[in-house]
């Protein structure tokens, strides 16, 4: 087994809650799914239906509760599938941990050839597909099954990023700039007493198939690293995505957390949560849906942490990894392109 590709791993569970208390597009084009999603499951008093869209990576596009007014052409759904930089995504982060991870960045954002703390990096593995065409989704297999009112998504993470200039989609040839070697295998279900609670279960596989698949055999600056390590990511379905399509259109356009005895709307940036969920709402009514991480908890709360975006969108980013469950070898010393193999094995009660 070659050393440098050992199998990396992480665990993570996200919850959505639907609850009626406070609680860049693609230009002008639509993407080729169906609407309401043929992979989709029900809650169990029939209220609640959430399904995924196999051209994204199996991400979930449709979230729909018909008890929560909507009448905009969306029709109910909450998520926002417009294009691969929306959607609800699931977790993604690099693997093993590299503090020197933040030197790695696009060469134009150096400042007397550093890069600041806030720069992009060159890799961003996401599940629904890249930037230079968001409605083109995910260029790899998936593979989606539902059984037991339980959706299964398996999937290969594409480089977000991939920017193609002027008209070059991603091919054989050009599979360095936009193929990552981060897999995603997801469960998504409700939760068996909690009642409006959606358990979107992920786990993160660094070069699943050791070797078979994986390039270059070294870990490598502009592919392998990545700053942007988050957590599960919602974008609402807001009257914004109605300039691309009217159908996209939904109500979504505030967003909500807790911060000591006060609900704070509409704070764009880290939300200051003494509660560990964030909500997206209504224009209207404080109705919506509320997106929290298990177990999550930032790498440093003075910069990052849940954010909230207009939109409405929020991200949780920069994860502390000790908090979830990891397998696999870990570096002795974090050295560019060089992983020991030493096994570790962290888990925590969920």
Not at 30 to 51: E, F, T
Not at 205 to 225: E, F, M, V
Not at 310 to 339: C, D, K, V, Y
């Amino acid at each position: 087994m070659n050393k440098q590709r050992e199998l990396q791993a992480a665990l993570i569970s996200s919850f959505l809650c639907l609850r009626s208390g406070p609680f860049v597009f693609a230009s002008g084009l639509v993407p080729n799914i169906p609407m309401p999603p043929p992979d989709r499951i029900q809650s169990a008093d029939g209220h609640v239906q959430i399904g995924v869209s196999p051209l994204y990576g199996g991400a979930i596009s449709y979230l729909k509760d018909d008890r929560i007014p909507d009448s905009t052409p969306a029709n109910g759904n909450i998520v926002d599938y417009s294009q691969a930089g929306g959607l609800l995504s699931t977790a993604l982060w690099t693997l093993p941990i590299n503090p020197q991870e933040l030197t790695y960045c696009e060469p134009y954002r150096r400042v007397n050839g550093t890069c600041p703390a806030v720069a992009i990096a060159f890799n961003n593995p996401t599940q629904g597909g890249y930037l230079g065409w968001g409605i083109a989704g995910n260029p790899n297999p998936t593979t989606v099954s539902v059984v037991n009112n339980k959706i299964h998504v398996s999937y290969r993470g594409v480089n977000y990023n991939y920017d193609f200039t002027p008209t070059t989609p991603p091919n054989p040839s050009n599979a360095s700039m936009w193929q990552t070697d981060y897999w995603g295998d997801i469960d998504i279900y409700f939760h068996p007493t909690l009642t409006d609670v959606v358990v979107v279960d992920t786990k993160i596989t660094y070069c699943k198939d050791l070797n078979a698949g994986c390039s270059p055999q070294t870990l490598n600056p502009q592919r392998d690293i990545t700053q942007d390590n988050q957590l599960s990511t919602f974008f609402a379905a807001s009257p914004g995505a109605g300039a691309i399509e009217p159908s996209l259109a939904g109500p979504y356009t505030r967003t909500v957390y807790r911060s000591g005895p006060s609900y704070v709307y509409n704070q764009a940036g880290i939300a200051a949560t003494t509660e560990n969920w964030v909500g997206l709402l209504q224009q209207n009514a404080d109705v919506g849906v509320g997106l929290s991480v298990k177990n999550y908890a930032p790498t440093d709360p003075a910069r990052f942490g849940y954010i909230v975006r207009p939109g409405p969108s929020t991200t949780a980013i920069q994860p502390e990894l000790r908090n979830f469950q990891t397998a696999g070898p870990a570096p002795r010393t974090p050295r560019l392109g060089t992983m020991h193999s030493s096994s570790v094995k962290t888990s925590l009660p969920l």
